[in-house]
């Protein structure tokens, strides 16, 4: 067992020196990484290339934390309001008109449609759209999103179901955070984490980040934006919508609830300038379906006022002069700079499924950070340096080939972050001084095996092979248990307790290269170049 090819001894080497070179960039300057990363050429990948370095967390370089609740209430409403245009649509269709229209319940909406005949074509296009409730796992749960019952005279009732309400909830979450996700990545920053929280909050950490408040406006404004015409006199009050106008100071005006084209159908959203009046604008451009909505409504609203809604606010009204069919325009409605900037980043993002309210909000100032760091830093070496000691004192030779497994060991850990682009948090670096321990733990177990069969009259040669083989059992149990512990911890944890499990579970992995497989390889080719004749401890 002693005996090392030359093929594994170099893979063991060169294996450790990809180690270094992908752990080397956390040595370089964030900026030195980046002219690393705008060096490769375009035809290489770009992963081959060690540039990246470890993320540091919210805790170690400062930033924002905030905490997201989807409001349940306004989604409710968004329901209610989407069921009602839905029912609006099947009565068009089937050509039946209820008695004293559509109204609206908390919960869902009812109608009276008092003939038997009309009720027999409407009842099976109403039940359609009781939706059954699907989940990942199970498929189909046997649930319905809406809940469609006959009452006397002719009432008849859709109600948004318990089930259907959560299941709402749990999927506009999941939305959520991919829109606040490309919110927070069109402003620049760094590696932020965003993740559920519960049933209906999101958790978003932004590192570097010092300005909360303009965090909370960028993921808080829902960023809903329609194109509707300002409603006309004599439009029936059924079919317009109160909003207050930016432009009249906030008075309310009459809107059409007919939407033209909706946010969703824009595919580019960029900050300019006015050259008419210098101010800060927003030009916009339409995908294939919008463009040709928009250039249809424009032509056939030709003199007539478009009312651009962002978040049930009208923030431009201007008067359609020619048909607008090129699938492009500008929002305008005197923006700063920095309004237009933000909402030109909201606009590219998406739209939320709901408004989000902040429930929890923190800052984190660079100097705790780096407090923080330097702490760790300290903790660190001090570890490292009683432990070296120790195994150096305890195990002579043995403890120098530990002590070096030692140092490829945490190199394996940055080189891996790295790779992985895994952030480090104060508990991560706790963790990093765990796997010390635990790493040299391995070595101590199978030293002291070796020790014991030596003292049994064992050949050194024998005592070393029996010290590796019957200390492994050992060692992969203790290191399981471990593992299985790290995995529940990364599961069912967040935040800075998952950032240990992180780090614990690269330090396992990387614990059964170093201690028993590297060191295994020293102690052999120190043996075929000494062939000592007892064992040096």
């Given at each position: 067992?002693?005996?090392?090819?030359?093929?594994?001894?170099?893979?063991?080497?060169?294996?450790?020196?990809?180690?270094?070179?992908?752990?080397?960039?956390?040595?370089?300057?964030?900026?030195?990484?980046?002219?690393?990363?705008?060096?490769?050429?375009?035809?290489?990948?770009?992963?081959?290339?060690?540039?990246?370095?470890?993320?540091?967390?919210?805790?170690?370089?400062?930033?924002?934390?905030?905490?997201?609740?989807?409001?349940?209430?306004?989604?409710?409403?968004?329901?209610?309001?989407?069921?009602?245009?839905?029912?609006?649509?099947?009565?068009?269709?089937?050509?039946?008109?209820?008695?004293?229209?559509?109204?609206?319940?908390?919960?869902?909406?009812?109608?009276?449609?008092?003939?038997?005949?009309?009720?027999?074509?409407?009842?099976?296009?109403?039940?359609?759209?009781?939706?059954?409730?699907?989940?990942?796992?199970?498929?189909?749960?046997?649930?319905?999103?809406?809940?469609?019952?006959?009452?006397?005279?002719?009432?008849?009732?859709?109600?948004?179901?318990?089930?259907?309400?959560?299941?709402?909830?749990?999927?506009?979450?999941?939305?959520?955070?991919?829109?606040?996700?490309?919110?927070?990545?069109?402003?620049?920053?760094?590696?932020?984490?965003?993740?559920?929280?519960?049933?209906?909050?999101?958790?978003?950490?932004?590192?570097?980040?010092?300005?909360?408040?303009?965090?909370?406006?960028?993921?808080?404004?829902?960023?809903?934006?329609?194109?509707?015409?300002?409603?006309?006199?004599?439009?029936?009050?059924?079919?317009?919508?109160?909003?207050?106008?930016?432009?009249?100071?906030?008075?309310?005006?009459?809107?059409?609830?007919?939407?033209?084209?909706?946010?969703?159908?824009?595919?580019?959203?960029?900050?300019?300038?006015?050259?008419?009046?210098?101010?800060?604008?927003?030009?916009?451009?339409?995908?294939?379906?919008?463009?040709?909505?928009?250039?249809?409504?424009?032509?056939?609203?030709?003199?007539?006022?478009?009312?651009?809604?962002?978040?049930?606010?009208?923030?431009?009204?201007?008067?359609?002069?020619?048909?607008?069919?090129?699938?492009?325009?500008?929002?305008?409605?005197?923006?700063?700079?920095?309004?237009?900037?933000?909402?030109?980043?909201?606009?590219?993002?998406?739209?939320?499924?709901?408004?989000l309210t902040v429930v929890e909000e923190r800052t984190v100032g660079p100097g705790l950070g780096a407090d923080s760091i330097q702490a760790g830093k300290l903790a660190t070496y001090v570890a490292t340096i009683f432990v070296v000691l120790f195994m150096f004192a305890t195990y002579g030779l043995f403890g120098l080939f530990a002590n070096i497994a030692l140092i490829v060991h945490v190199v394996f850990i940055f080189a891996l972050m790295s790779i992985l682009g895994a952030t480090l948090t104060l508990p991560g670096i706790a963790g990093i001084v765990l796997t010390i321990g635990t790493a040299v733990d391995s070595n101590v177990l199978i030293y002291e095996r070796i020790r014991e069969e030596a003292h049994a009259g064992r050949s050194i040669v024998s005592a070393i092979e029996a010290g590796f083989e019957r200390?492994?059992?050992?060692?992969?149990?203790?290191?399981?248990?471990?593992?299985?512990?790290?995995?529940?911890?990364?599961?069912?944890?967040?935040?800075?307790?998952?950032?240990?499990?992180?780090?614990?579970?690269?330090?396992?992995?990387?614990?059964?290269?170093?201690?028993?497989?590297?060191?295994?390889?020293?102690?052999?080719?120190?043996?075929?170049?000494?062939?000592?004749?007892?064992?040096?401890?």
């Open positions: 067992m002693l005996r090392f090819s030359t093929a594994k001894v170099v893979s063991i080497l060169l294996l450790t020196l990809l180690g270094f070179l992908f752990a080397a960039p956390n040595l370089l300057s964030p900026d030195a990484r980046k002219a690393i990363e705008a060096s490769i050429p375009a035809w290489l990948p770009s992963w081959i290339v060690p540039h990246k370095g470890v993320v540091l967390g919210l805790d170690l370089q400062g930033g924002s934390h905030v905490v997201l609740e989807v409001d349940v209430n306004d989604l409710t409403r968004t329901q209610v309001n989407i069921l009602r245009d839905d029912v609006r649509r099947i009565l068009r269709e089937t050509r039946v008109a209820p008695q004293g229209g559509i109204g609206v319940m908390p919960r869902g909406v009812q109608l009276r449609v008092p003939n038997q005949a009309d009720r027999d074509k409407l009842m099976p296009k109403l039940r359609e759209l009781a939706q059954p409730i699907t989940n990942a796992v199970i498929g189909q749960t046997g649930l319905a999103t809406i809940d469609v019952t006959e009452g006397a005279d002719g009432l008849v009732q859709l109600t948004l179901t318990e089930p259907g309400l959560v299941d709402r909830v749990r999927r506009a979450v999941a939305q959520a955070i991919e829109v606040l996700r490309r919110r927070v990545d069109a402003m620049g920053t760094t590696e932020p984490s965003i993740q559920r929280q519960g049933a209906d909050r999101i958790l978003v950490q932004v590192p570097g980040l010092q300005d909360p408040q303009r965090l909370k406006e960028i993921l808080g404004k829902t960023a809903k934006l329609q194109f509707r015409f300002v409603a006309e006199p004599g439009t029936s009050s059924a079919d317009v919508e109160m909003m207050p106008s930016r432009d009249a100071g906030g008075q309310q005006i009459p809107v059409e609830r007919r939407v033209i084209v909706e946010g969703e159908d824009l595919v580019d959203a960029q900050p300019a300038f006015s050259q008419q009046t210098n101010e800060p604008i927003v030009n916009f451009r339409f995908n294939v379906r919008g463009a040709q909505r928009f250039g249809q409504a424009t032509s056939e609203g030709v003199g007539r006022r478009l009312a651009i809604v962002l978040d049930n606010e009208v923030v431009s009204a201007p008067v359609v002069q020619t048909a607008i069919t090129g699938g492009s325009g500008q929002i305008s409605g005197r923006f700063t700079v920095q309004q237009a900037n933000d909402l030109a980043v909201l606009l590219r993002a998406g739209a939320l499924p709901a408004k200390a492994f059992a050992t060692i992969f149990d203790s290191n399981s248990t471990m593992f299985i512990a790290a995995l529940i911890l990364f599961f069912l944890g967040s935040g800075p307790v998952r950032g240990f499990a992180v780090v614990f579970i690269l330090g396992i992995l990387t614990t059964v290269i170093t201690a028993v497989t590297m060191t295994r390889m020293m102690i052999g080719l120190w043996y075929r170049w000494a062939r000592p004749k007892s064992i040096p401890f």
